[in-house]
């Protein structure tokens, strides 16, 4: 694990389930994190349920490299084939920010 976790970028992914679709939803975001694991650069993912609207769910994503994170990982197979496939229980597409650690407190 990088020892500079200031350095690290971190992601943010919102997305906004069909309310009847939400653990196929939860399922298929599992089996993508599973391949995600694997990459270079990985160095956690947390999902988050909205405890009052199970279908809204969020991802905390953390990475050593940015450059990874824009190019290559955005082009895996694995992320391809979640998105082809997210059709069926999404709303609409995920809102992506990017951040960087500050502080912690």
């Known amino acids: 694990m990088n020892k500079e976790p200031y350095h690290n970028l971190i992601v943010l992914v919102r997305y906004k389930v069909h309310p009847s679709k939400c653990k196929e939803a939860i399922a ?6 599973t391949e995600v694991k694997n990459e270079p650069h990985f160095v956690k993912i947390t999902l988050h349920l909205d405890p009052k609207d199970e279908s809204n769910i969020l991802l905390y994503e953390e990475w050593t490299d940015e ?6 990982h955005l082009k895996t197979n694995h992320l391809k084939s979640f998105k082809e496939d997210s059709r ?16 912690e407190f």
Do not use: C, H, S, V
């Open 67 to 72: 450059d990874y994170y824009n190019g290559d």
């Open 88 to 103: 069926d229980f999404m709303a609409g597409p995920p809102d992506i920010t990017q951040w960087r650690i500050e502080q």
């Open 28 to 33: 298929a975001l599992e089996k993508l994190i």
